[in-house]
């Protein structure tokens, strides 16, 4: 116990620097719970896709061109709001957003809640996660969004 109490003596900014970046991490955990975003992973969302779940890709046109999951529709999240109805008509089927590095699907996922969608989830690490977990993706010129 003596060796902590002179650690802390000894690292007057390093200890309080630490203690709240636990409390902030705590805090950030807490909030994600409570406003039940839904952030599941690569293995989770072939399930889901399995089970006929609808993924709405956030990524510009050319991301969704370089690769994409396969039966995914592009609607940037620029222009989530401006195309609520092709959202609409899946409102009742669960719908996993999907982007890059998992940032921009959190967002999305609170947006599309607030419109009224039953059962929507985030691919928790993105595109990049998917890929990561070796799982396929659909490439090439020919490739273009259905919505």
Not at 14 to 41: D, Q
Not at 45 to 62: E, F, G, H, Q, Y
Not at 127 to 142: D, E, M, S, Y
Request: charged share 20%; hydrophobic share 45%; with cysteine.
């Amino acid at each position: 116990m003596d060796a902590y109490l002179e650690f802390a003596s000894n690292h007057m900014i390093l200890v309080p620097a630490l203690t709240a970046s636990f409390f902030l991490l705590i805090f950030t955990e807490l909030r994600l719970k409570s406003g039940s975003i839904t952030n599941i992973e690569p293995q989770a969302a072939v399930s889901l896709i399995n089970a006929d779940a609808v993924i709405i890709d956030l990524r510009s046109a050319d991301a969704f061109g370089r690769g994409h999951i396969v039966g995914a529709k592009n609607i940037p999240f620029d222009e989530l709001e401006a195309n609520q109805s092709k959202i609409d008509m899946y409102k009742t089927k669960p719908i996993l957003a999907v982007c890059d590095a998992g940032m921009t699907s959190g967002r999305a996922v609170a947006t599309l809640k607030k419109s009224g969608v039953e059962s929507v989830y985030g691919l928790k690490g993105g595109i990049a996660a998917w890929t990561q977990a070796n799982l396929p993706l659909v490439t090439g010129k020919k490739t273009k969004s259905k919505g």
